[in-house]
């Protein structure tokens, strides 16, 4: 078995080969993403402890992990680092399921800005992903990070991970949609219990898609959030996670090759 055998629904994936600005790649074999790994079936969860994990990060609230806890993997440290809070301070369920909303709220394209400014306007700030840069700084990889889906939070650390190592924003953009190949099926199953809306309101099917799927405004956004905090990505790395030039550096030798 290996990562192809995996449900495609599960969102398991690695950031291997990833080309970098430099002409290098993204070594194969040491970054994965997925959904909630409470899903994984024994044949996946095997294969899983088979891939050398050194360190799980769970991107997900208190909430979301006693619903649906995540299993041992052989050999992996397990960090439960919640990637989203309100302004209160309190974990934000970020599932699918979490972000139920009624239909008005669906196809509201006001209430869909809302939703990006507040939830991917701060997710490239959350401190979790300084916790995962930390471990990936100290070799701890091959590591594995997660959230209920695999597309939002997992989203915004693998992007942050393939901009560390030098990878185009056009690459990273293309790995982050590719969650809508992966969970189609739960897309489509999606926006046809809600075709009735759909046909009321055109538009609510873009902004659905986001529900189950991923939009790449999203992404973007979050991208021109970080430049505009920042003015360019070496000043946000250096700042928020003391990763420097040398330091950067070191990270492309340790997990990019020719």
Known sequence: MNLKDFRIEMNFRELG???TKDGRKVKHGMFYRSGALGCLNKAELDETGRLGIRSIFDFRSSRETENNPDPEIPGARYF???ALTDEAGNEIDLSPKGMEVSDEIFYSLASNDLFLENFY???PFSPAYQVMFREIQHGQAPILIHCSAGKDRTGIGAALILLALNVDEDVILE?????????????DAFLASKKDLIDAHPHAAYIMNG???????ALELALQKIKDRYQDCDTYFAQR?????EELAYLREKYTED
């Open 17 to 19: 080969g990833y080309p």
């Open 80 to 82: 439960h680092v919640s």
């Open 121 to 123: 306007g701060r997710l």
């Open 175 to 187: 790995d982050y949609m590719k969650t809508n190949e992966y969970r189609r099926k739960c897309i």
């Open 211 to 217: 529900f189950e799927g991923v939009n790449a405004e």
């Open 241 to 245: 996670y003391h990763l420097g030039p």
